[in-house]
Protein backbone atom coordinates (compact mmCIF):
# COMPACT_ATOMS: atom_id res chain seq x y z
CA UNK A 1 0.00 0.00 0.00
CA UNK A 2 1.80 3.59 -1.05
CA UNK A 3 1.91 5.24 2.33
CA UNK A 4 0.94 8.82 2.87
CA UNK A 5 3.14 11.23 1.84
CA UNK A 6 4.82 9.31 -0.99
CA UNK A 7 6.60 11.16 -3.62
CA UNK A 8 6.76 8.76 -5.98
CA UNK A 9 3.01 9.02 -6.99
CA UNK A 10 2.46 11.85 -9.97
CA UNK A 11 0.00 13.94 -10.77
CA UNK A 12 -1.39 13.74 -14.69
CA UNK A 13 1.05 15.88 -16.10
CA UNK A 14 3.87 14.04 -14.10
CA UNK A 15 4.41 16.49 -11.43
CA UNK A 16 5.51 14.67 -8.08
CA UNK A 17 2.46 15.19 -5.79
CA UNK A 18 4.74 15.84 -2.73
CA UNK A 19 5.96 19.06 -4.59
CA UNK A 20 2.68 21.02 -4.64
CA UNK A 21 4.24 24.67 -4.67
CA UNK A 22 5.85 23.98 -7.37
CA UNK A 23 2.17 22.11 -8.48
CA UNK A 24 0.65 25.68 -7.61
CA UNK A 25 3.06 27.66 -10.10
CA UNK A 26 3.24 25.44 -13.38
CA UNK A 27 -0.38 24.29 -13.49
CA UNK A 28 -2.09 27.65 -14.27
CA UNK A 29 0.21 27.98 -17.59
CA UNK A 30 -0.46 24.48 -18.60
CA UNK A 31 -4.17 24.14 -18.21
CA UNK A 32 -4.02 27.61 -20.13
CA UNK A 33 -2.58 25.80 -23.13
CA UNK A 34 -4.71 22.61 -22.33
CA UNK A 35 -7.66 24.47 -22.91
CA UNK A 36 -6.91 26.64 -25.66
CA UNK A 37 -5.87 23.72 -27.59
CA UNK A 38 -9.44 21.82 -26.51
CA UNK A 39 -11.42 25.05 -27.38
CA UNK A 40 -9.63 24.79 -30.91
CA UNK A 41 -10.08 20.97 -31.19
CA UNK A 42 -13.96 21.21 -30.18
CA UNK A 43 -14.65 24.10 -32.35
CA UNK A 44 -12.96 22.67 -35.53
CA UNK A 45 -14.83 18.93 -35.06
CA UNK A 46 -18.39 21.05 -34.58
CA UNK A 47 -17.41 23.37 -37.86
CA UNK A 48 -16.27 20.14 -39.44
CA UNK A 49 -19.53 18.24 -38.82
CA UNK A 50 -21.72 21.42 -39.88
CA UNK A 51 -22.41 22.86 -36.20
CA UNK A 52 -22.46 26.56 -34.97
CA UNK A 53 -20.07 27.79 -33.12
CA UNK A 54 -21.98 30.95 -32.19
CA UNK A 55 -21.78 34.37 -33.24
CA UNK A 56 -20.37 37.92 -31.39
CA UNK A 57 -16.63 38.61 -32.62
CA UNK A 58 -16.99 35.73 -35.32
CA UNK A 59 -13.39 34.06 -33.74
CA UNK A 60 -12.23 31.84 -32.06
CA UNK A 61 -9.56 33.21 -29.81
CA UNK A 62 -9.10 32.40 -26.20
CA UNK A 63 -10.72 35.47 -24.98
CA UNK A 64 -8.06 35.90 -22.67
CA UNK A 65 -7.38 39.53 -23.23
CA UNK A 66 -4.25 39.26 -23.06
CA UNK A 67 -3.60 37.31 -20.15
CA UNK A 68 -2.04 34.80 -19.54
CA UNK A 69 -5.42 32.59 -18.81
CA UNK A 70 -9.30 31.84 -19.43
CA UNK A 71 -12.20 30.98 -17.51
CA UNK A 72 -15.74 31.65 -16.50
CA UNK A 73 -19.13 29.46 -16.17
CA UNK A 74 -22.10 27.86 -17.67
CA UNK A 75 -24.24 24.99 -17.37
CA UNK A 76 -25.66 23.32 -14.35
CA UNK A 77 -26.49 21.36 -11.18
CA UNK A 78 -29.05 18.82 -9.34
CA UNK A 79 -29.27 14.75 -8.30
CA UNK A 80 -32.06 12.60 -8.16
CA UNK A 81 -35.48 10.95 -8.90
CA UNK A 82 -38.30 9.51 -7.54
CA UNK A 83 -41.80 11.49 -6.11
CA UNK A 84 -41.40 14.74 -4.59
CA UNK A 85 -43.57 15.79 -0.85
CA UNK A 86 -44.06 19.39 -1.53
CA UNK A 87 -45.61 21.64 1.48
CA UNK A 88 -49.10 21.55 1.25
CA UNK A 89 -49.40 19.51 -1.73
CA UNK A 90 -49.67 15.97 -3.01
CA UNK A 91 -47.06 13.71 -3.77
CA UNK A 92 -46.06 14.80 -7.71
CA UNK A 93 -43.91 13.37 -10.27
CA UNK A 94 -43.07 14.45 -14.06
CA UNK A 95 -43.94 11.46 -15.54
CA UNK A 96 -42.62 12.52 -19.15
CA UNK A 97 -38.97 12.10 -20.37
CA UNK A 98 -37.27 15.27 -22.00
CA UNK A 99 -36.45 14.56 -25.55
CA UNK A 100 -34.52 16.90 -27.72
CA UNK A 101 -36.58 16.35 -31.16
CA UNK A 102 -40.03 16.80 -29.54
CA UNK A 103 -42.35 19.79 -29.47
CA UNK A 104 -44.95 18.45 -26.80
CA UNK A 105 -44.30 21.26 -24.16
CA UNK A 106 -44.21 18.58 -21.54
CA UNK A 107 -41.24 17.32 -23.33
CA UNK A 108 -39.29 20.45 -24.50
CA UNK A 109 -36.87 20.52 -27.00
CA UNK A 110 -34.62 23.24 -25.75
CA UNK A 111 -33.32 22.35 -21.97
CA UNK A 112 -30.14 23.91 -21.30
CA UNK A 113 -28.49 27.04 -19.18
CA UNK A 114 -31.67 29.11 -19.36
CA UNK A 115 -33.98 26.68 -18.48
CA UNK A 116 -37.48 25.89 -19.45
CA UNK A 117 -41.14 26.14 -18.55
CA UNK A 118 -43.62 23.01 -17.98
CA UNK A 119 -47.15 23.39 -17.75
CA UNK A 120 -48.30 22.43 -13.89
CA UNK A 121 -50.77 19.94 -16.27
CA UNK A 122 -47.68 17.78 -17.03
CA UNK A 123 -47.57 16.96 -13.56
CA UNK A 124 -49.55 13.82 -11.67
CA UNK A 125 -50.85 16.17 -9.13
CA UNK A 126 -50.48 19.30 -7.32
CA UNK A 127 -47.63 21.57 -6.81
CA UNK A 128 -47.34 24.33 -3.95
CA UNK A 129 -46.73 27.69 -4.75
CA UNK A 130 -44.85 28.41 -1.94
CA UNK A 131 -42.60 24.81 -1.56
CA UNK A 132 -39.02 25.56 -0.84
CA UNK A 133 -38.15 23.22 -3.18
CA UNK A 134 -34.31 21.47 -3.06
CA UNK A 135 -32.10 20.58 -5.95
CA UNK A 136 -32.96 17.38 -5.52
CA UNK A 137 -36.38 18.02 -5.90
CA UNK A 138 -36.33 20.03 -8.42
CA UNK A 139 -34.36 17.73 -10.67
CA UNK A 140 -37.31 15.28 -9.92
CA UNK A 141 -39.99 17.57 -10.81
CA UNK A 142 -38.03 18.62 -14.35
CA UNK A 143 -37.11 15.72 -15.38
CA UNK A 144 -33.34 16.49 -15.64
CA UNK A 145 -30.72 17.71 -13.42
CA UNK A 146 -30.90 21.33 -13.01
CA UNK A 147 -29.82 24.21 -10.70
CA UNK A 148 -33.58 24.73 -8.92
CA UNK A 149 -37.23 25.69 -10.05
CA UNK A 150 -40.31 27.44 -8.67
CA UNK A 151 -43.74 27.56 -9.62
CA UNK A 152 -44.47 30.98 -11.95
CA UNK A 153 -47.44 32.08 -13.49
CA UNK A 154 -46.84 32.87 -16.80
CA UNK A 155 -49.25 34.33 -19.87
CA UNK A 156 -50.58 31.01 -20.86
CA UNK A 157 -51.04 29.91 -17.19
CA UNK A 158 -49.69 28.46 -14.38
CA UNK A 159 -46.19 26.47 -14.64
CA UNK A 160 -42.91 25.04 -13.39
CA UNK A 161 -39.91 26.76 -14.16
CA UNK A 162 -37.07 25.09 -13.97
CA UNK A 163 -33.66 26.58 -14.69
CA UNK A 164 -30.60 25.30 -14.87
CA UNK A 165 -27.16 27.15 -13.29
CA UNK A 166 -23.48 27.84 -14.04
CA UNK A 167 -20.71 25.97 -13.74
CA UNK A 168 -18.40 26.31 -10.85
CA UNK A 169 -17.24 25.66 -7.20
CA UNK A 170 -20.44 25.01 -5.10
CA UNK A 171 -20.24 25.00 -1.52
CA UNK A 172 -21.69 21.88 -0.06
CA UNK A 173 -25.59 22.26 0.95
CA UNK A 174 -25.72 24.71 -1.05
CA UNK A 175 -29.87 25.29 -1.44
CA UNK A 176 -31.68 26.05 -4.93
CA UNK A 177 -31.79 28.73 -6.32
CA UNK A 178 -35.34 30.75 -7.63
CA UNK A 179 -34.69 33.63 -9.73
CA UNK A 180 -37.46 35.35 -11.27
CA UNK A 181 -37.69 37.26 -14.59
CA UNK A 182 -37.06 36.60 -18.51
CA UNK A 183 -35.05 33.60 -19.41
CA UNK A 184 -32.14 35.24 -20.44
CA UNK A 185 -31.95 37.45 -17.07
CA UNK A 186 -32.74 33.72 -15.30
CA UNK A 187 -29.27 32.50 -16.92
CA UNK A 188 -27.52 35.89 -15.48
CA UNK A 189 -28.93 35.68 -12.24
CA UNK A 190 -28.41 31.86 -11.83
CA UNK A 191 -24.60 32.64 -12.63
CA UNK A 192 -24.54 35.32 -10.12
CA UNK A 193 -26.15 33.37 -7.38
CA UNK A 194 -23.16 30.51 -8.10
CA UNK A 195 -20.54 33.13 -8.57
CA UNK A 196 -22.03 34.46 -4.93
CA UNK A 197 -21.78 31.07 -3.18
CA UNK A 198 -18.11 30.61 -4.34
CA UNK A 199 -17.34 32.97 -2.05
CA UNK A 200 -18.26 30.97 0.46
CA UNK A 201 -16.89 28.03 -1.10
CA UNK A 202 -13.54 29.45 -1.37
CA UNK A 203 -13.93 30.54 1.98
CA UNK A 204 -14.28 27.15 3.65
CA UNK A 205 -11.73 25.62 1.54
CA UNK A 206 -8.83 28.22 2.71
CA UNK A 207 -10.12 27.45 6.30
CA UNK A 208 -9.77 23.41 5.41
CA UNK A 209 -6.80 24.11 4.02
CA UNK A 210 -5.23 26.15 7.32
CA UNK A 211 -6.72 23.13 9.40
CA UNK A 212 -4.96 20.36 7.71
CA UNK A 213 -1.68 22.18 7.42
CA UNK A 214 -1.46 23.11 3.69
CA UNK A 215 1.27 25.06 2.25
CA UNK A 216 0.47 28.81 2.92
CA UNK A 217 0.37 29.40 -0.61
CA UNK A 218 -2.89 26.96 -1.32
CA UNK A 219 -4.13 29.18 1.40
CA UNK A 220 -3.40 32.56 0.21
CA UNK A 221 -4.64 31.10 -3.03
CA UNK A 222 -8.01 30.14 -2.08
CA UNK A 223 -8.42 33.73 -0.36
CA UNK A 224 -7.23 35.34 -4.07
CA UNK A 225 -10.12 33.17 -5.34
CA UNK A 226 -12.52 34.29 -2.87
CA UNK A 227 -12.28 37.86 -3.61
CA UNK A 228 -12.53 37.45 -7.12
CA UNK A 229 -15.72 35.74 -6.67
CA UNK A 230 -17.21 38.57 -5.04
CA UNK A 231 -16.56 40.91 -7.86
CA UNK A 232 -17.73 38.10 -10.72
CA UNK A 233 -21.04 38.21 -8.75
CA UNK A 234 -21.53 41.67 -8.42
CA UNK A 235 -20.97 42.34 -12.13
CA UNK A 236 -23.22 39.20 -13.15
CA UNK A 237 -25.85 40.28 -10.67
CA UNK A 238 -25.67 43.67 -12.60
CA UNK A 239 -26.22 41.60 -15.93
CA UNK A 240 -29.00 39.96 -14.75
CA UNK A 241 -30.64 43.42 -13.31
CA UNK A 242 -30.13 44.62 -16.76
CA UNK A 243 -31.88 41.52 -18.09
CA UNK A 244 -34.86 41.96 -16.03
CA UNK A 245 -34.05 39.42 -13.01
CA UNK A 246 -32.67 39.42 -9.78
CA UNK A 247 -30.22 36.91 -8.28
CA UNK A 248 -30.74 35.61 -4.85
CA UNK A 249 -28.36 35.43 -2.14
CA UNK A 250 -26.85 31.83 -1.88
CA UNK A 251 -28.11 29.62 0.86
CA UNK A 252 -25.72 26.89 2.20
CA UNK A 253 -25.83 24.92 5.28
CA UNK A 254 -23.11 24.67 7.58
CA UNK A 255 -20.56 22.39 6.79
CA UNK A 256 -19.31 19.98 9.73
CA UNK A 257 -15.47 19.70 10.24
CA UNK A 258 -14.66 17.00 7.09
CA UNK A 259 -11.65 14.64 6.75
CA UNK A 260 -8.97 15.58 4.16
CA UNK A 261 -10.27 12.79 1.82
CA UNK A 262 -13.69 14.53 1.76
CA UNK A 263 -11.83 17.70 0.82
CA UNK A 264 -10.31 15.68 -1.72
CA UNK A 265 -13.28 14.22 -3.24
CA UNK A 266 -15.12 17.45 -3.35
CA UNK A 267 -12.37 19.28 -4.94
CA UNK A 268 -12.22 16.57 -7.58
CA UNK A 269 -15.79 17.51 -8.67
CA UNK A 270 -15.90 20.86 -8.47
CA UNK A 271 -12.34 22.18 -8.93
CA UNK A 272 -11.05 19.64 -11.50
CA UNK A 273 -14.16 18.63 -13.31
CA UNK A 274 -16.59 21.41 -12.86
CA UNK A 275 -14.44 24.78 -12.81
CA UNK A 276 -12.00 23.48 -15.50
CA UNK A 277 -15.07 22.50 -18.17
CA UNK A 278 -16.32 26.32 -16.87
CA UNK A 279 -12.71 27.89 -17.49
CA UNK A 280 -13.61 26.67 -21.18
CA UNK A 281 -16.84 27.36 -21.42
CA UNK A 282 -15.88 31.16 -20.54
CA UNK A 283 -12.98 31.23 -23.27
CA UNK A 284 -15.89 30.36 -25.17
CA UNK A 285 -18.45 32.92 -24.04
CA UNK A 286 -15.38 35.36 -24.52
CA UNK A 287 -15.68 35.89 -28.63
CA UNK A 288 -18.69 34.46 -28.81
CA UNK A 289 -21.60 36.44 -27.16
CA UNK A 290 -23.90 38.91 -28.78
CA UNK A 291 -23.76 41.30 -26.24
CA UNK A 292 -20.19 42.89 -26.16
CA UNK A 293 -21.24 43.65 -22.27
CA UNK A 294 -21.32 39.83 -22.03
CA UNK A 295 -17.38 39.45 -23.99
CA UNK A 296 -16.16 42.40 -22.26
CA UNK A 297 -16.92 40.65 -18.84
CA UNK A 298 -15.93 37.25 -20.09
CA UNK A 299 -12.32 38.80 -20.84
CA UNK A 300 -11.90 39.77 -17.33
CA UNK A 301 -13.20 36.90 -14.97
CA UNK A 302 -11.13 34.62 -17.92
CA UNK A 303 -8.29 34.72 -16.15
CA UNK A 304 -9.98 34.87 -12.32
CA UNK A 305 -11.54 31.30 -13.27
CA UNK A 306 -8.55 29.70 -15.03
CA UNK A 307 -6.50 30.06 -11.87
CA UNK A 308 -9.48 28.82 -9.79
CA UNK A 309 -9.38 25.76 -11.72
CA UNK A 310 -5.78 25.75 -11.40
CA UNK A 311 -5.89 25.82 -7.80
CA UNK A 312 -8.56 23.13 -8.04
CA UNK A 313 -5.49 20.84 -9.61
CA UNK A 314 -3.01 22.11 -7.06
CA UNK A 315 -4.80 21.23 -3.77
CA UNK A 316 -5.93 18.15 -6.03
CA UNK A 317 -2.36 16.87 -5.94
CA UNK A 318 -1.20 18.09 -2.31
CA UNK A 319 -4.19 16.41 -0.99
CA UNK A 320 -3.53 12.91 -2.86
CA UNK A 321 0.03 13.39 -1.31
CA UNK A 322 -1.24 12.88 2.09
CA UNK A 323 -3.67 10.29 1.03
CA UNK A 324 -3.16 6.49 0.77
CA UNK A 325 -4.19 4.46 -2.42
CA UNK A 326 -7.16 3.62 -1.46
CA UNK A 327 -8.41 7.05 -0.51
CA UNK A 328 -6.59 8.22 -3.91
CA UNK A 329 -8.25 5.83 -5.63
CA UNK A 330 -11.88 7.38 -4.14
CA UNK A 331 -10.97 10.47 -5.21
CA UNK A 332 -10.36 9.32 -9.03
CA UNK A 333 -13.72 7.66 -8.76
CA UNK A 334 -15.64 10.66 -7.88
CA UNK A 335 -14.11 12.96 -10.89
CA UNK A 336 -15.14 10.24 -13.23
CA UNK A 337 -18.41 10.50 -11.70
CA UNK A 338 -18.64 14.02 -12.15
CA UNK A 339 -17.65 13.38 -15.98
CA UNK A 340 -20.19 11.25 -16.44
CA UNK A 341 -22.48 13.67 -14.60
CA UNK A 342 -21.61 16.68 -16.72
CA UNK A 343 -22.17 14.70 -20.07
CA UNK A 344 -25.98 14.21 -18.35
CA UNK A 345 -26.31 17.87 -17.57
CA UNK A 346 -25.29 19.07 -21.17
CA UNK A 347 -27.42 16.38 -23.28
CA UNK A 348 -30.09 18.81 -23.67
CA UNK A 349 -29.36 21.86 -25.86
CA UNK A 350 -29.50 25.72 -24.55
CA UNK A 351 -32.28 27.78 -25.76
CA UNK A 352 -31.35 30.25 -28.67
CA UNK A 353 -31.75 33.32 -26.75
CA UNK A 354 -29.06 32.20 -23.89
CA UNK A 355 -26.63 30.91 -26.63
CA UNK A 356 -26.61 34.09 -29.02
CA UNK A 357 -26.61 36.65 -25.94
CA UNK A 358 -24.63 35.14 -23.57
CA UNK A 359 -22.34 32.78 -25.76
CA UNK A 360 -23.00 29.48 -24.02
CA UNK A 361 -21.92 26.80 -26.33
CA UNK A 362 -24.50 24.63 -27.40
CA UNK A 363 -25.31 21.10 -26.68
CA UNK A 364 -22.97 20.04 -29.26
CA UNK A 365 -19.98 21.91 -28.71
CA UNK A 366 -20.25 21.55 -24.94
CA UNK A 367 -20.20 17.52 -25.07
CA UNK A 368 -17.25 17.87 -27.68
CA UNK A 369 -15.19 20.17 -25.22
CA UNK A 370 -15.87 17.68 -22.73
CA UNK A 371 -14.94 15.12 -24.97
CA UNK A 372 -11.26 17.12 -25.43
CA UNK A 373 -11.16 17.67 -21.53
CA UNK A 374 -11.75 14.02 -20.67
CA UNK A 375 -8.62 13.05 -23.00
CA UNK A 376 -6.20 15.78 -21.90
CA UNK A 377 -6.84 16.23 -18.38
CA UNK A 378 -9.50 14.35 -16.72
CA UNK A 379 -8.52 10.29 -17.69
CA UNK A 380 -5.14 11.29 -18.48
Known amino acids: MAQPGATSTRDFRGIPLARPLLVE ?105 DADLTSTQCTDLCGNPVAGCMVDTTDAGPVLSCFVGCLGRRPAGLAAARPRGPRVGRHFASAAHLEAAAVDAFALLGAELTAHGAPPALVRAADRARADEVRHARMTARLARRYGARPEKPRAKRAEPRSLEAIAIENAVEGCVRETLGAL ?100
Open 25 to 129: VMLESQLTLILRRALLASVAASVACGGSVGSGTGSESTGTSGASSGSGASSGSGHGTGSIPTSGATSVTNTTTFSSTSEDPCNPSAFGCGGVNIPLSCFDGGVSA
Open 281 to 380: FAMHQATAAEDPEVRRLMRGVAPDETRHAALGWAVDAWARSKLDREARDRVRAAREEAVVALRAELSEDVPDDVRAIAGVPSRELALRMVDALDASVWSA
